[in-house]
């Protein structure tokens, strides 16, 4: 089945580090990242280009380029350092035969490895560069696979503005016992949905089902996507009058993860 991954990478870059402003806004974002470092966008977009090559030649049947295989870029709010990436695959699978690809392997490599330059031209990065330790840190990234189409398609009844098109979206991972509680928490949230999907109109809602959870875990995971004005207003959401009836959801979560990113170019 087609799924929407979801990659998490840990910038080692002193550019990743945020600022501030003042007087605090309640409307936007009151953290301002310092912008990040144009050999790293380079980077990225090379690496992009390895991978829509190598996806036309894997799957010569389906949409190889980065706009139709939904593969896009954010960057985290509450933690700069971190950087999300999504795209479409056939399958699970699929994905791994790119992760176990030779031509992965040197993107990889020239995200981890200390010293590599920019991979664009061969030369070294200098003051904005990587430096001796690599962009991203290689033990701290993050994987996941969630089933159906999350950032692409048509936009459903009331939505005017598509999760790539929102100032702000909200990742909510929610944790669900296996079994009973997942059925019992399916069931809830079809209940419920449309009152998260009122409140964030005209913006979209998308979620799914985690299709990869580790062997063995009592768990299993609920995505949940919408987009914003704001995190303010994605805040103001716990405080509206049809709140306390949406969190009945919150009986049947055993924890739950919550950030908000900000989609940026590579440009």
Known sequence: MTVTEFALLHLNTPSSSTTTTAPA???TNTNTPTPLPTPLLKTLSHAMQIQDTWHAT?????PSSSLARAAHWFRQIEDPSWIL????????????????????????????????GDSTTGEEDGEEGKGKEGWVIAEDTGLWHVGGVLFAGEKGEGEEVGLLESPVISLGRMYVKKGEDRERFAAKFEEVRGILERFARPHAVR???????EEGAEEEEFVLVAGWESVAQHFAFAESAEFPKYGEIRDLIARVELKHYQRFSLE
Not at 87 to 115: F, K, Q, Y
Request: proline residues 4%; glycine residues 12%.
């Open 58 to 62: 894997a799957f010569p049947s389906l």
């Open 25 to 27: 806004d309640t409307n």
């Open 85 to 116: 990436t999504t795209a479409l695959w056939s399958s699970v699978e699929a994905h791994w035969d790119w992760i176990r690809s030779p031509e992965n392997a040197g993107v990889m490599g020239g995200l981890t490895e200390a010293g590599a």
């Open 207 to 213: 979620f799914g089902w985690r299709e990869d959870g």
